[in-house]
């Protein structure tokens, strides 16, 4: 049962050219949701996240977007660099349940 | 701080081996995660500790598995025995609630 999905397994752009990732989820009471990203051969790590309460956030070149009536959020990032390459998790959280998504490859092309 | 720490980093054994994983957590984190990554489930929970104490281990896949956590600064996870099905990568992160904090891993390759 996957509760979050991302239905991309990989998604190509161009060096300066805006990224989006999506992901779906199926529970509502996720209240709390986060963005990793993942080099090979290392654990990921944590890039931003958003409470169920916000519809955006954003840092710097990255920003999070919250639909909840669609249980959709994405990840925007922009201008995109080829640094930013990785496999980028989306996670949710209930307070004490945990799903990752299976994971978006993103490829930057300079 | 040193991070989360996983060891072994790769460990290969035959099926039918016990294998045991290790993972010190980031001092002062209270909540302990172990994670497995497969191609086709992405990152799956196995389990989950709060103080030391297994809160949800619904996401182990079966008996052969298990995780102990004896103290806040260490934790394994045995596979007993293995089978070639379990070869995949096995992350195991902390956090203080929030963002979890990975260790880079160990990778499993049961022959």
């Known amino acids: 049962d996957q509760q979050v999905k991302q239905n991309s397994p990989s998604l190509s752009v161009q060096e300066g050219r805006i990224s989006i990732l999506n992901c779906d989820y199926t529970n509502s009471m996720f209240d709390y949701f986060l963005w990793y990203k993942k080099y090979p051969a290392e654990g990921p790590t944590f890039l931003i996240s958003i409470s169920s309460i916000k519809d955006k956030n954003e840092d710097g070149r990255f920003t999070v977007f919250l639909n909840k009536s669609a249980k959709h959020l994405s990840l925007h990032i922009v201008p995109s660099q080829p640094g930013d390459s990785a496999v980028y998790f989306c996670a949710a959280d209930t307070g004490n349940q945990f799903y990752f998504g299976t994971g978006t490859s993103l490829t930057v092309i300079p | 701080d040193a991070g989360v720490i996983q060891s072994p980093r790769h460990e290969v054994t035959e099926m039918g081996q016990e294998v045991t994983l290790r993972c010190k957590p980031i001092s002062g984190h209270d909540y302990l995660f172990w994670y497995r990554q497969t191609m086709m489930r992405g990152l799956e929970l196995l389990i989950y500790?709060?103080?030391?104490?297994?809160?949800?281990d619904s996401g182990m896949p079966e008996d052969r598995f298990s995780a102990k956590m004896p103290n806040a600064s260490f934790s394994t996870l045995k596979i007993q025995p293995s089978e070639p099905r379990d070869s995949a990568v096995y992350f195991c992160?902390?956090?203080?609630?929030?963002?979890?904090?990975f260790g880079p891993g160990t990778r499993l390759t049961v022959t």
């Open positions: 500790f709060n103080n030391n104490v297994p809160i949800d």
């Open positions: 992160a902390s956090s203080s609630g929030g963002e979890q904090y």
